[in-house]
């Protein structure tokens, strides 16, 4: 399952974009309920925006069940889901995702794609609370062996996925497109601390 991941350096281009936070601080390791960057399409332009990581449709009363992953082979069926999957569809940037495998001790690994920013398939959803909207996203995750990672999406994938006139099929087939090859590197076990949000999480084994 992915369950953290990192946002701690970005280019100039991408500080540049609609929305993107003056007070934006590097964070090494986000978990659900973090505040986190989502990029989104609105009114034909990109915008960033900060929501909380756990999604919250308006209609949702337990708010200590909102959602951080979706199941990227349920979502156009689950009640939670569908109708975010057709309309409100988001990227979560990211530098990289951590991974623990093994079974009787766990051990953290540091996963990252090619370039150095990585994006992940992510829906959205606004909430409103006497007044104010907040807004709210998950990740779209597909299984890999035991565990689960995010979808990553490519530049024409991430295009698609953005335009809210995509069409179903087509989204229902960037569900199953091929995966980057990811880079792993084993780390020490200071990142399992979740208080943790510093350079030391990536300390290496």
């Not at 973090?34 to 308006?58: I, M």
């Not at 009640?79 to 990289?96: I, Q, S, T, Y």
């Amino acid at each position: 399952m992915c369950g953290r991941y990192a946002l701690f350096r970005w280019s100039q281009d991408f500080a540049a974009l609609p929305g993107f936070p003056a007070d934006q601080q590097p964070h090494w390791s986000l978990a659900p309920g973090a505040s986190v960057l989502l990029l989104r399409q609105v009114d034909e332009q990109l915008q960033l925006s900060r929501v909380r990581w756990g999604l919250t449709p308006a209609w949702l009363t337990d708010l200590t069940r909102t959602p951080a992953q979706a199941r990227a082979e349920t979502l156009a069926e689950q009640p939670m889901f569908r109708e975010a999957f057709r309309l409100r569809r988001g990227l979560l940037p990211a530098n990289g995702f951590y991974e623990w495998r093994g079974s009787a001790r766990k051990r953290p690994y540091w996963m990252t794609g090619e370039g150095s920013l990585n994006w992940f398939a992510a829906l959205w959803e606004a909430y409103p609370v006497e007044g104010h909207t907040y807004l709210s996203a998950a990740v779209v995750t597909l299984p890999a062996a035991n565990l689960r990672r995010p979808l990553m999406l490519d530049e024409a994938g991430r295009s698609a996925w953005l335009d809210p006139t995509t069409p179903l099929d087509v989204l229902q087939a960037l569900l199953g497109q091929s995966q980057p090859a990811l880079r792993e590197r084993p780390l020490a076990t200071l990142v399992n601390d979740p208080k943790l949000d510093a350079p030391e999480c990536l300390t290496p084994a």
